[in-house]
């Protein structure tokens, strides 16, 4: 006995309901995880230290206050509104009051995304597009004013589309996007994108009216000419709202300041900040390990117009082209993308819905259009659950209080130099200590005001000279140390050990400098000060050998039977066998392997170790254990060459280091190690290839040294 066909269609919409209700509490269950991650940003600690001051003095600073290399100059704090937010969280429920915070927001912003789509006849679409939108922007899931400003594009998205629908009056539009432009322009420098989306609409509604489209999309949303005008109106509005900041025309302006910058000489910033690197090159652009989803994403966008191809919306072309245009230039701006890219994917899909003219036939079919969209969200779903899980399972060990720290919420301990920041402010050390770019917004916001920072994360308050400067003397340079050391009457440095090629050559070049004594060594941060009468009582309380070396012994009863993976011993070693201490790497690398016996990087660290001590047999067995338990380290590879060269097995050295240059052609340690192998039997090949590791990595002293000795 058959149901009635209505009986039929009250089932079909009660599943319909109940599981789109499922889907939304699914969905921001997964978002809530992925948005409650421990807090790992450097520059927050600026922040807050800039909103507690604000709160503290009831003023905006309109000069520099925090460094004292640049005090009094002009500062455009444009985001002075989330550093008072973002404190008053933070002093009312601390670290976690800050995830709360980034909770709320991004729910509202995904909320926004979610009511802005049609979800009648394909809520489950909706749901694969927006968990695609979540794992594309979730690296962008930090406690910064980036947050803030997802939620305004959100929000300005979806009241234009309702005032061109007619779905929302011009007075209630008008109102709500001049109050979201008053407080964006307040907190982050991202709010130029407001205007530009209405500015994107009014160039829609031109090209409606004065150009021959294809099909009927001359005739798609088009507005009337009251609302037109009305448009231009809130456009008006809205650059008006862009004054309203502490800093009026200046503080307006300042977006194309920083373009100016970055056009010119700021491009080296982009050199050496990951977040402003290209997503996408010739390199990666086939490659699926990078960037998978956000390249997904723009293929499914696209591939949303040819559904739609009939009767497109101007509007939401130009703003796909202008945002994926906006996302290729740095990796920063991907998450913006995604948002505008869902967005214009529901538009397309809904109105391909309404026409039923898009769509392939079969996909007018309900029944194979749900079977296709349960398929395609049960592989979807994976991902973000996968991912949330990784993020309620990962924990480190903290091998100070011996106890285990949830990768959810609080502060992660492995990425800010604590101790280091304690002994700072613990004893009496000089005003004037050079920082690294990556320690010094913690530093203002632990230090300040008894210290103020060399360089801190505002590149664009430093600007490209000073920054170009202070690369010229991470690397090392003689020439820019000298300058800085006579023009900032510096007495000490304080760097963060991290291996990035940012400060590595300015760490070597102090290492080396008897005039400069390390007094503070952890698996986080270095401490120098310079040997001068005035260091003198902290020098002979506190001097550091880093030749001898010798690693803290950790508590096995403390620690038991569990694993612990033994990161701050791992890092001290990474450092020291980058500085040339290879000993005292060597012990720290003997820790590393009581505590976790096939950790294929302490092999290797004991395999260099042996190797500068001309030990070849030696190192030949632990190079041989570090690449049993990690075959693709290719560092271990050319290490592995050379040992065999040294034991006068010349035809496997060379068979090892032809199969670098061949597997890894950008690989420059492999063009430097052949050269090592053919230097006394072929001197000008050798010299070639040291050409092509130089140019390759030119701030590797070793390669430029070897082939000054051949010249």
Not at 127 to 145: D, K, N, Q, V, W
Not at 392 to 406: C, E, G, H, P, R
Request: net charge positive; charged share 20%.
């Amino acid at each position: 006995m058959f149901l009635p066909e209505t009986n039929l269609k009250k089932i079909r919409d009660g599943v319909d309901f109940t599981l789109n209700r499922i889907l939304i509490v699914f969905f921001f269950c997964i978002l809530m995880v992925y948005a409650s991650r421990e807090i790992v940003d450097l520059d927050l600690w600026l922040h807050l230290k800039t909103g507690q001051y604000i709160t503290a003095h009831g003023i905006i600073p309109s000069s520099d206050i925090f460094s004292f290399t640049l005090q009094g100059r002009p500062w455009i704090n444009h985001e002075w509104l989330f550093q008072v937010l973002a404190y008053l969280f933070y002093a009312t429920a601390g670290a976690d009051g800050l995830i709360i915070m980034q909770n709320i927001i991004l729910i509202a912003a995904f909320m926004l995304l979610l009511f802005s789509a049609k979800r009648d006849n394909n809520h489950i679409f909706v749901f694969i597009i927006l968990y695609l939108t979540l794992l594309t922007c979730s690296y962008r899931f930090t406690i910064r004013p980036d947050i803030f400003s997802l939620f305004f594009l959100t929000a300005y998205l979806c009241f234009i589309k309702n005032f061109t629908e007619c779905k929302a009056s011009f007075f209630i539009t008008a109102l709500s996007i001049t109050a979201c432009q008053i407080a964006w322009a307040n907190m982050h420098g991202f709010y130029f994108l407001g205007p530009l989306v209405i500015l994107i609409f009014l160039l829609a509604e031109l090209a409606k009216r004065y150009i021959k489209l294809p099909a009927s999309l001359n005739q798609v949303h088009r507005l009337d000419d009251n609302r037109l005008r009305q448009l231009l109106l809130i456009l008006g509005l809205t650059l008006a709202a862009c004054m309203a900041n502490p800093y009026g025309l200046k503080g307006a302006a300042y977006p194309f300041s920083v373009l100016g910058q970055v056009s010119g000489k700021g491009r080296i910033v982009f050199q050496y900040i990951q977040e402003l690197a290209r997503p996408i090159t010739l390199k990666n652009i086939l490659d699926v390990n990078q960037f998978f989803f956000y390249k997904a994403l723009i293929f499914i966008s696209l591939f949303s117009f040819r559904f739609n191809r009939r009767h497109i919306n101007i509007s939401d072309l130009l703003l796909w082209l202008l945002f994926t245009g906006f996302s290729l230039i740095a990796i920063r701006n991907v998450a913006y993308f995604a948002f505008v890219a869902a967005f214009v994917t529901f538009n397309n899909v809904e109105l391909a819905f309404e026409y039923k003219k898009g769509l392939p036939k079969y996909f007018n079919n309900r029944a194979i259009r749900a079977a296709f969209c349960y398929a395609l969200m049960a592989c979807l779903v994976y991902f973000p659950a996968k991912g949330a899980q990784k993020y309620l399972q990962v924990t480190a060990y903290d091998f100070d209080a011996y106890q285990l720290k949830s990768g959810m919420w609080g502060i992660s301990k492995a990425r800010f130099p604590e101790k280091a920041v304690d002994f700072l402010l613990t004893h009496d050390f000089p005003k004037r200590i050079f920082n690294d770019f990556n320690s010094g917004s913690y530093l203002i916001g632990r230090a300040f005001p008894q210290r103020q920072v060399f360089i801190d994360g505002r590149t664009e308050l430093y600007g490209p000279d000073f920054f170009t400067n202070y690369v010229a003397v991470g690397n090392g340079d003689k020439e820019a140390i000298g300058k800085i050391l006579n023009e900032y009457g510096l007495k000490g440095f304080f760097l963060t050990t991290s291996t990035d090629d940012l400060h590595m050559g300015l760490a070597r070049y102090l290492l080396n400098n008897p005039l400069w004594i390390t007094v503070y060594f952890d698996e986080k941060a270095i401490i120098l000060l310079k040997d001068i009468p005035e260091n003198s009582g902290l020098i002979s309380r506190f001097k550091i050998d880093l030749s001898s070396w010798t690693p803290p012994e950790p508590d096995y009863m403390k620690i038991g039977m569990a694993f612990r993976y033994p990161l701050p011993y791992v890092y001290r070693a990474r450092f020291l066998n980058k500085q040339g201490f290879y000993e005292a790497a060597s012990k720290e690398a003997r820790a590393i392997l009581n505590l976790m016996p096939n950790n294929a990087e302490a092999f290797k660290f004991l395999a260099d170790y042996y190797f500068e001590n001309k030990d070849y047999k030696e190192a030949f067995v632990y190079i041989r254990n570090s690449l049993i338990h990690a075959p693709g380290n290719l560092f271990a590879r050319a290490r592995l060459a050379l040992i065999y060269y040294h034991l006068k097995e010349d035809e496997k050295a060379l068979k090892v280091a032809d199969a670098l240059i061949k597997n890894k052609p950008k690989f420059a340690e492999g063009y430097y190690t052949k050269a090592l192998i053919l230097i006394e039997k072929d001197r000008e090949a050798a010299k070639a290839l040291l050409h092509k590791a130089t140019e390759l990595a030119p701030k590797e002293p070793r390669y430029k040294a070897e082939l000054d000795n051949l010249s």
